[in-house]
């Protein structure tokens, strides 16, 4: 398997060989890595990613929430 983004400087670029498709997506759902629609990203890689999601949408030109879209936490109900 191998890394589809490869944006984090500590991506795995490469995961583990496999001999079939269903060997693969066994590995892949074990691992946790996260499948884009294109491809599959290590962990390490949607950390950076999300981490910098704010320069991302800066990028792609888009516009962040503003602070009243934003969820704030968990009401509790006492």
Request: charged share 30%; aromatic share 12%; hydrophobic share 25%.
């Amino acid at each position: 398997m191998e890394c589809y983004t490869q944006v984090s400087n500590d991506c795995l670029k490469n995961g583990e060989y496999c001999d079939s498709e269903e060997e693969a997506e066994y590995w892949v759902e074990e691992e946790c890595w996260i499948f884009s629609g294109d491809g599959w990203f290590c962990n390490n890689c949607n950390r950076h990613f999300m981490q910098n999601l704010t320069q991302v949408r800066r990028v792609k030109g888009q516009e962040p929430p503003s602070d009243d879209d934003l969820y704030k936490g968990i009401e509790t109900i006492l």
